[in-house]
């Protein structure tokens, strides 16, 4: 089994782009991290990997490889921002979104920080609004630092699902500082197995 943990970074804002498509934003970085689990969903072995754009023909072949495609908002903004520069078979790859997880129980939107804080004691490093200033900058200091924040959100993104996937609850605070604990199944679908996902991609 294989899964893939993934993030990525926008070169401009919406309001830079005068509208709401993802695909308008442009990409500047996608960080991932690749893990081989065992038939108990336990990982044996995992890497993190970061693509700028020169680079992102050579990712593919991992989201292809994937079981599972793990994000946070992802179905609904990693995806399309993708969507100018990813092979057609993108969007049917096994994308699996923890935030449409939390909405479909909660009924409401909560940032990954949020849940991250309260689930697993963790933050975010930085702001995402810094992200394109970042890219803006263009100097080293600067692209190195967006490529910690990337791939250290992929990271609270796998920790957040492993907490999730392991005692089937997800904590945040919600925006009326309620704390709020919500069950969650992230579990694989009965009778699912690795080479099913390829017949229904072509």
Known sequence: MFELIFDLETKKWFDQTGTTDPGDLGVSIVSLYFRETDAEFKEISGKVMSFWEEDFDKMWKFFLEA?????????HFDVPALRPYAPAYFSKLPHFDILDKIKDESGHRVSLNRVAKDSIGEEKIDQGK?????????????????????????????????????????????????????????????????????????
């Open 67 to 75: 079981d599972r495609i793990i994000g946070f908002n992802s179905i």
């Open 130 to 202: 810094n992200a394109p200033q970042y890219f803006e900058n263009g100097d080293e200091q600067s692209l190195k630092q967006l490529a910690k924040y990337c791939e250290s959100d992929v990271i609270l993104t796998k920790k957040v699902y492993d907490f999730g996937f392991r005692n089937k609850i997800l904590k945040y605070t919600d925006y009326w500082n309620n704390p709020r604990t919500i069950s969650v199944d992230f579990s694989y679908p009965l009778g699912f197995s690795p080479a099913a996902k390829q017949a229904s991609l072509f």
